[in-house]
C-alpha cells in the first residue's frame, strides 16, 4: 500500500459540522491501493459500514484525550459493489422527484426518500433537501443498489442529495 492520506476531521467536529462530504471527497481522490488515516474525536462506528460496502478495511487505534485514529485500507472489492458504484453524476438525467425534508426529524427523511425510491424506475433520479447529512441513509441506499452524490450548500444548513434509483432487488 502506497503512504495513506491523512485527513483531520476533529476541527469539523469541534464546530458542530458532519465531516462526511470531506471523508468521502478524500476517499474519491485515494490512488489506487492508497489507504486514508482519519482523526476523529470519537471511534466513528457508522462509517465503518459505509467504508467496508467501498472495499476498506479499517484499523482503530485510541488516541490521548479521546480523540481517535482510523486507519481505512483497501480491501478486494465487495461482492455486487459495481453496480451501486454511480458513474459520473453529470450523465444522470435531470430529477422528476423532488422531496424536502428539512423540517424533519429522524428517521423521516430516511423512510421518505426509501419510499420514494421504491416506486421509482431504475435510473430515475430524485433531489432531496435535508436538513442533516443523512449518514445511516448511505448504507442502506448502497444495499439497494441506488446512487447518489450529495454535499452541503454554500452555508453549510442544508443537505443536497441526488440519487439515481438502482435496480430494485
Known amino acids: 500500500m502506497t503512504d495513506a492520506l491523512e485527513l483531520d476531521v476533529r ?3 469541534r464546530n458542530g459540522g458532519e465531516p462526511f462530504g470531506a471523508i468521502m471527497g478524500a476517499i474519491n481522490a485515494l490512488a ?3 489507504g486514508l488515516k482519519l482523526y476523529a474525536t470519537f471511534r466513528p462506528e ?4 459505509v467504508m467496508a460496502a467501498k472495499g476498506f478495511g479499517y484499523e482503530a487505534t485510541p488516541l490521548e484525550g479521546g480523540d481517535w485514529q482510523v486507519l481505512f485500507m483497501p480491501t478486494a472489492v465487495p461482492a455486487g459493489s459495481a453496480a451501486s458504484r454511480p458513474e459520473d453524476p453529470e450523465s444522470w438525467p435531470d430529477p422528476i422527484h423532488y422531496l424536502d425534508c428539512t423540517d424533519m426529524d429522524p ?3 430516511m423512510v421518505q426518500i426509501l419510499t420514494q425510491l421504491e416506486a421509482m424506475s431504475e435510473g430515475e433520479v430524485m433531489f432531496a433537501l435535508l436538513g442533516r447529512e443523512p449518514v445511516f441513509l ?3 441506499m448502497q444495499a439497494r443498489g441506488h446512487a447518489w452524490v450529495g454535499d452541503f450548500d454554500a452555508d453549510g444548513t442544508s443537505y443536497r442529495l441526488m ?3 438502482g435496480r430494485q432487488p
Open 11 to 13: 476541527p469539523i467536529l
Open 32 to 34: 489506487p491501493g492508497q
Open 46 to 49: 457508522p462509517l465503518f459500514t
Open 107 to 109: 428517521p423521516e427523511p
Open 138 to 140: 448511505f448504507p442502506e
Open 163 to 165: 440519487i439515481r434509483a
